[in-house]
């Protein structure tokens, strides 16, 4: 499976995608964790670190689109 591809600004890793939405996923279950304990301080620092989590994921997959990245088997 080819994951990665080259390109002028440097190599696009789509599994860094996928790291970045399994972070995102343990960030905001941690969140909800902390909501339910009362934390609301620690949830809204977890939620904040799942968007960014996120929006990085986003960001990799719309390169890899525009770039013509798809994963193969």
Partial sequence: MSNSHESGAGQ????????????AAHEARVAATCIALGDIDNAHTHAIVARAAAEGAQNLLEVAL????????
């Fill in 12 to 23: 696009i890793d789509i599994e860094e995608a996928a790291r970045q939405l399994e972070m």
């Fill in 66 to 73: 525009a770039i013509g990245l798809a994963a193969t088997s």
